[in-house]
């Protein structure tokens, strides 16, 4: 069996294999305790929570996307009643490099789903980081020489289960992978207020097209760090969401290439904006998934770009 050969830089470059995650047996909708974010919590509550069948149809958009680009699309194996739609999740490709991650313990058999595509790697890339290292791909933002991760540094870490990077992932990072320069920035947390609460990096903060971004203030809870990215990137570069754009998930979008992204039909400043900067816009309907708390970006886990 032909290796992946895994090579993943940064988020925009020419995407050719991708693992994304499937809805088909979503299970019933789960309890208002076993709700993992404040947003699917609301939903569970207003009896608003999406049907798997919606999930289905807005999963199979991408996948055909993907198919028009002639990307070669990997998906998990099918587990009865399980939530497999967000594979960002459970593993991430710095570089050459695929690293499974450490994610909340009752989700471990997502990781099961897609051995048989680590399998197809070669062993010495792939990597577990230690147990005491919480860490999910959602938090973590290749940018050429730059890993940007997002963390929760606050002492109140383990009373959040939307904090989902700790401080010793930052560390493990800068260990790991000691030629690259590794940015954390400190995450806005709340369990119960889905407009105030950034799950991830990429609920706030997603580079896109050439040297543009788009970024979300609220996310970040310290202004320096908001500061260091706009500064980054340049002012005139970054595309500014607003809490309830924040809210609709507008940074979780996909590129497949700098010039061609995958968003949501909805979102109608940002599909402005980024065709006003000769982007490509492939839209499709993710709002019901997107009620999760998660969007494309959540739901693809990339092996190869160029």
Same mark, same amino acid.
């Given at each position: 069996m032909e290796k992946i050969n895994l090579h993943v830089t940064d988020e925009t470059s020419r995407l050719r294999s991708v693992v994304l995650g499937t809805a088909r047996s979503n299970g019933p909708v789960p309890s208002v305790e076993d709700a993992y974010d404040p947003k699917s919590r609301e939903h569970i509550i207003a009896g608003t929570y999406p049907s798997n069948e919606d999930m289905i149809n807005e999963m199979e958009a991408v996948a055909a996307v993907f198919e028009k680009y002639d990307v070669q699309v990997f998906r998990p194996e099918q587990i009865e009643d399980c939530n497999q739609?967000?594979?960002?999740? &459970?593993?991430?490709?710095?570089?050459?490099?695929?690293?499974?991650?450490?994610?909340?313990?009752?989700?471990?058999?997502?990781?099961?789903?897609?051995?048989?595509?680590?399998?197809?790697?070669? *062993?010495?890339?792939?990597?577990?980081?230690?147990?005491?290292?919480?860490?999910?791909?959602?938090?973590?933002?290749?940018?050429?020489?730059? &890993?940007?991760?997002?963390?929760?540094?606050?002492?109140?870490?383990?009373?959040? &289960?939307?904090?989902?990077?700790?401080?010793?992932?930052?560390?493990?990072?800068?260990?790991?992978?000691?030629?690259?320069?590794?940015?954390?920035?400190?995450?806005?947390?709340?369990?119960?207020?889905?407009?105030?609460?950034?799950?991830?990096?990429?609920?706030?903060?997603? *580079?896109?097209?050439?040297?543009?971004?788009i970024l979300h203030r609220n996310g970040f809870l310290q202004e320096e760090e908001y500061q260091y990215l706009v500064d980054f990137f340049g002012r005139k570069n970054c595309f500014e969401i607003t809490q309830e754009e924040m809210y609709h998930m507008n940074s979780n979008i996909f590129s497949i290439a700098p010039d061609v992204v995958v968003s949501e039909k909805n979102f109608t400043r940002l599909n402005a904006w980024l065709r006003s900067h000769g982007i490509t816009v492939e839209e499709v309907p993710y709002a019901e998934i997107s009620k999760q708390e998660g969007l494309l970006r959540c739901s693809t886990l990339p092996l190869i770009r160029d």
């Open positions: 739609i967000f594979t960002r999740d &459970i593993g991430f490709v710095i570089d050459n490099m695929f690293v499974k991650a450490n994610i909340l313990p009752d989700r471990e058999e997502e990781l099961d789903a897609i051995q048989y595509i680590v399998d197809q790697m070669h *062993p010495d890339n792939v990597i577990r980081p230690p147990e005491e290292v919480h860490i999910e791909g959602g938090d973590v933002m290749l940018y050429g020489d730059y &890993i940007f991760v997002g963390t929760y540094r606050g002492k109140d870490y383990s009373d959040h &289960i939307i904090a989902r990077t700790n401080v010793e992932a930052v560390a493990w990072l800068k260990e790991t992978f000691p030629h690259k320069k590794v940015v954390s920035f400190n995450l806005r947390k709340d369990n119960l207020d889905p407009y105030n609460n950034a799950l991830h990096l990429d609920c706030c903060f997603q *580079p896109v097209g050439d040297g543009k971004c």
